[in-house]
């Protein structure tokens, strides 16, 4: 089983989840967060004085899937949806998952996925 | 050891000294049976059929000043981090009750008792004797208010690092003394509007009483204070700390502005004055001139339309207008709401290259247009309206052929109050800073916020609070 942990601008979450849904994964888990990573921050004013934003606000969207030949279809479908082409898309992160249990049933493995 | 006992017993004694004067004077002034007062109203209504309009005016116009309050409140806390709501609230809601009762003490008796040399009242101690009157509780109903607005002034400009047991012992000796004794030199017969030049120093609704006093006391506390934790950084660059609700703030000046026409058309104080349309008018103008002229300059100076200047923009016309709105034309209120409006961004930009920090730029829009507004009499006055009546003496500025006169009394004027609210200021906050261990709080207290060191709880606990800047020392 695999995690693909996908940090994404906010805008774009709506269209990368009607995606998922499409392929046939419904369910995902987001975290509203700040990052950076080459994109410059955002310049303000309050009052006559500027100010600056750093850390500029992005989405983290988790799901795990039941294996590794899943992962590719996943990964193009939220990055096709999340590109726009300007420093700031974001990036995918993918890791082993080793254990999943549903929590309302006690089933574990991938049939709890 | 030895020093912690000196810090809590001169904590203690300052309230003691205060609550023990207090009492003493109560004593003193016990109540004599009323004499040619009329506590009931009976005899002031033959004597004056007109009476009912005039003090159905004043109550309503009183009730106007009173919800600026709720205005000050709002945008003192849209201008200020979430973190110090509380504080703020505590601030506002306290400086009207307490002031209110200090001003009821003896404030009042000081500003429009009969005179001592024309420095300061000596008659009406807690309203009792003949104060008893229904005349007497009309006016001190409506001053009531004023004195409580330039208490809360301050607030704005101390905001977020001011001890708040420090601000209620300052809401009583400004309402207790510091305006009121000014006040009298000016509405209470007093020097100032009895020197020789024009017709005396004027102001109609208080652009020097009420704020200037405010705004100079507000910068007497700031430099005592001095500025928040990551306003200024080393090279002395002013970096910008947005406040957390433009909603709140713009609320704020909307209340403000409508209870304005109370300060100024009730300090006509007779419904008979129908002067009071002409004084709402220009009121109306000054006020939205104001925030043209303030979003013109800041546009000019940073290339952005920033509503914080705007807003601010009015409330300086408002200030500004306040002295002079029952005497001059509606042309000459939209000049002196426009130079407002320009005075309070160049004010504002000009405190933060000098290194004062004044969070809602309390100093900028009550303490420089206060000033203006005072000079703004002796220039525009038309000479179409006396002291407070429609008889003469009229008063004439020097555009209309009164001569430097009325001018040189306005600045006179201004320079009084000036100096007396920074001066008595900078002596008071000192006292304090001496008297409670320090006016300001910890640093840790200052960056968690006032409200939970200061009042044991969060403005907004259950309500998402989204820092834009969490990570920068503030």
């Known amino acids: 089983m695999k995690k693909i942990e996908a940090i994404v601008r906010p805008e774009r979450v709506s269209t990368i989840k009607e995606a998922l849904e499409k392929l046939g994964y419904p369910g995902m888990t987001l975290t509203e967060v700040k990052g950076h990573g080459k994109q410059k921050g955002l310049v303000q004013q309050w009052r006559g004085s500027q100010y600056r934003i750093e850390f500029l606000p992005k989405v983290k969207i988790e799901l795990v899937v039941e294996s590794a030949e899943s992962v590719g279809p996943v990964v193009n479908a939220i990055a096709a949806n999340a590109r726009t082409g300007e420093a700031g898309d974001g990036k995918i992160f993918v890791s082993e998952i080793e254990e999943v249990i549903r929590i309302r049933t006690g089933e574990h493995g991938v049939s709890a996925v | ?474």
């Open chain 2, 1 to 474: 050891m030895a020093t912690l006992e000196i810090r809590r017993r001169s904590r203690r004694t300052v309230p003691l000294v205060l609550g023990a004067s207090l009492v003493l004077l109560a004593l003193l002034m016990l109540p004599v049976p009323a004499l040619a007062a009329d506590p009931s109203g009976a005899e002031t209504l033959l004597e004056n059929p007109d009476a009912p309009l005039d003090y159905v005016w004043i109550i309503i116009a009183a009730a106007l000043v009173f919800i600026m309050q709720g205005g000050f409140a709002m945008l003192t806390a849209g201008l200020c981090r979430a973190k110090n709501v509380v504080n703020l609230m505590m601030k506002n809601l306290m400086d009207f009750a307490i002031g209110s009762l200090a001003f009821f003490a003896v404030g009042y008796a000081l500003m429009f008792g009969s005179s001592k040399a024309g420095l300061f009242g000596t008659t009406g101690w807690f309203l009792a004797g003949d104060q008893y009157d229904v005349g007497h509780y009309l006016l001190f109903l409506f001053q009531v208010m004023f004195a409580a607005t330039a208490a809360t002034i301050v607030a704005g400009a101390v905001a977020e690092r001011l001890k708040v047991k420090a601000y209620f012992l300052y809401s009583i000796a400004i309402c207790a003394v510091i305006y009121p004794v000014y006040g009298h030199w000016v509405w209470g017969g007093g020097w100032l509007s009895s020197l020789p030049f024009g017709v005396g120093h004027v102001d109609f609704a208080g652009s020097g009483v009420v704020h200037a006093v405010g705004g100079f006391m507000g910068l007497a506390g700031a430099l005592v204070l001095g500025p928040r934790i990551g306003k200024f950084d080393r090279h002395g660059k002013a970096h910008a700390i947005p406040g957390h609700s433009m909603t709140f703030a713009a609320l704020g000046v909307f209340i403000l502005w409508f209870g304005w026409y109370g300060f100024n058309a009730g300090s006509t104080l007779s419904a008979l004055e129908l002067r009071s349309a002409v004084i709402a008018v220009n009121t109306t103008l000054a006020a939205s001139a104001g925030a043209v002229s303030s979003l013109i300059v800041i546009h000019r100076i940073t290339k952005k339309l920033d509503v914080g200047m705007a807003l601010n923009g009015a409330i300086a016309g408002l200030v500004g207008i306040t002295a002079p709105c029952a005497w001059v034309e509606a042309w000459a209120a939209v000049v002196i709401g426009a130079v407002a409006g320009a005075i309070v961004v160049l004010g504002v930009l000009l405190l933060d290259r000098v290194r004062v920090d004044d969070p809602v730029g309390a100093v900028s829009v009550h303490g420089l247009n206060g000033i203006w507004g005072l000079l703004a009499v002796g220039l525009f006055a038309d000479g179409t309206y006396g002291l407070y009546t429609t008889e003469g003496p009229m008063v004439v500025g020097l555009f209309y052929g009164g001569g430097a006169g009325q001018l040189i009394a306005q600045a006179i004027g201004a320079v009084v109050a000036a100096s007396w609210a920074l001066v008595l200021g900078l002596v008071l906050f000192k006292l304090l800073d001496l008297a409670l261990g320090g006016i300001r709080v910890p640093p840790q207290e200052e960056i968690e916020g006032l409200d939970i060191g200061e009042h044991g709880g969060k403005a907004y606990p259950n309500f998402t609070v989204v820092d834009e800047l969490p990570y920068r020392e503030s």
